[in-house]
Structures are given as C-alpha cells and as structure tokens.
DNA sequence: GAAATTTTTTGGTGCAAGCCCAAATTTTGT
DNA sequence: ACAAAATTTGGGCTTGCACCAAAAAATTTC
C-alpha cells in the first residue's frame, strides 16, 4: 500500500508533533508500546496515551489499548509521504549552502506545513533523486509524474 | 535601520499570525488603526487589538491607545526580514515547478519557521537575487556576505 | 495462581495562541 | 454637547501539547 492509494490527503492533516509520533512508529516497525515512544519523544506515557488515541481515531493507527499500536495502511502509506516530504525539502536545502545536519533540522521545523501538491512538484523538478541526506528516497508517490506515463 | 543593527534576532520569534500583522503594518506605511488591520486580516477588531499590545510589549510597534500603531526600529528591521524571507523562499519554489502563487501560498504556511540563518545561506546561495515573485528583494541583509567583503 | 510490580490509561490541570461576543471606554463628527 | 463610531477590556471557547495523580490492566515473581 503507498501513497497513490489515497489520493485525498493533502499533506498538512497532522500537528509538528504528530508527525513525530507516525515517523517513530514506522521506524519501528510492528507493533510498539506506549512506554517506547514516550522515551523515545521524550514525554510523558499519559501524554503518548493520549495522542495516540487521537492518532487512531483518526485512522493512522490501530490501537489495542494496554497492548500497544501499529500503522494502518492510511498510516503507514501517510507516513511513507512524511518520510519523503522530509526528505526530499532536506535534500533540497542542501542544495543552498546548508549542512546536511542544518537542512534536517531546519526541515524538521516547517515541514509538516509543506503540502504534498508542493513536495511532488519539487520531487519532480529534481528529477526525483533517490538519495537524500538522511536516507534513501522511496518513490512510485509523487501523483504527478505517475499519472501522465 | 536595518536588519543588521538586530543581530540577535534567529526570525523564529513570531507566530505566523503576528507576522501576518507586521507585514500588514509595514505595506500602510504610517500610524495605522485597528479597524484597519481587522478588515485587512478579516479579524475581530478586539483580537487585533489584543495582538497590536502584544507586539507593542515585545517592542515591534509603538502603539498609542485609541490612535494607532507604528513600527519601531525593531519592527521595521524585523519586518524587513520577514518580507525578504518571503520573497527568497517564493522565488526558490518557483524553481521547482510551482506558479508564483502555489509558491507565494506555499510558503505562506510555513515561513514563520524558516531560520534567518538559513534564509541568508539560501540568499547568498543564489546570488543574492533581486526580484521575487512577489516584489522587489531589498538586501543589504544577510549578515554572512557583509561581513566578509 | 495469587500478590506485587510495571505499564497503560483516565481524569484533572495548565499554558500558549487564536478567535469571538458583549460591555465599557475613548474619540470623532454633527 | 450628544450621538455615532472606533477601540479596548473582560469573559469564554477551541486546539495542541504538556504534566501529575489515581485507576485499571498486564506482567512478573514467588
């Protein structure tokens, strides 16, 4: 499941720091308890609780309460898009005089109000490069290109 | 008074709204009325009053009670900035296949979170650019370059 | 397998940023 | 000077994100 199989979303559905849980999860990979993204995001389990409840209402996650959650196919297609979206405007940073390290974090700031219409133009016009400064780029997303060939 | 005379400031200091305030500010050019703010951002005029004190507070305006508003040094060195980061960030997306608009309301979202420190690096990246999408690029302000030659 | 410990959730609170409404205040125009 | 318009103040609401304390469920230990 990717991206394309949900045309709808725009990019700019989810806060900075809901971005942090979904990026966590998937790195993850499988089901994850409470207590890892609490120390892993550095805040209080009550607080994971409650976002990840709110992550699953609103369909990234699967949740079991006391057993931990993982990413459903919107989730896990959405955060394939969080994980390009940042890396691709952290690519493109660096193309300006920015550090690798400088790009991220800079990057890490202002993405989640960085819209998928613009991150597939972007991905596009650099002709989408498979390798950014803080992994590997995964294609066969960007809506554009994939649906004039 | 420019935006050298402020070295201090990294351009993460102010909501997007309140940006959205002193760039309102700065193209009325002169003592400035609530009522005339509130209409121009669609606001309630007690909201803009609210926010006009707490840009008073934290020292972008002058504002005389009842009468108005005007920018001070800092607001204006400040605000100088914010419209620079806009225009160097539009033009960088016109570059990547987006409308002078898409990039005009792309960045729109999220340049309150784009560092000064990474707008300058863009800005000497690209050679210092004199025309945007937008306006006119006014530079004398990007402390990197001027400091070295 | 029952008790103790750990994990997770729930309920309450707080703070910051924004917004609106209604009422009070000040200015403006006649 | 008085009415109208503009501005401010006070109150309340929402969202996002955080914490703490207490309850509930799961896990570990004996």
Do not use: W
Request: include cysteine.
């Amino acid at each position: 499941m990717n991206e394309q199989s949900y045309p709808e979303f725009t990019g700019l559905e989810l806060s900075p720091r809901k971005i942090d849980y979904l990026k966590f999860i998937l790195e993850k990979d499988g089901t994850v308890k409470t207590t890892e993204i609490s120390s892993g995001l550095q805040v209080d389990p009550s607080t994971t609780s409650k976002t990840l409840n709110e992550l699953a209402s609103a369909g990234y996650l699967n949740h079991i309460p006391y057993r931990g959650v993982d990413l459903t196919e919107l989730g896990e297609a959405y955060t394939q898009f969080l994980v390009r979206r940042h890396r691709i405007l952290s690519l493109l940073l660096t193309h300006y005089g920015l550090s690798p390290e400088e790009a991220c974090d800079e990057v890490s700031r202002f993405e989640a109000f960085v819209s998928r219409d613009a991150v597939d133009k972007i991905c596009s016009s650099m002709g989408h490069p498979m390798f950014g400064v803080c992994g590997e780029i995964s294609h066969g997303k960007c809506l554009h290109e994939e649906n004039h060939h």
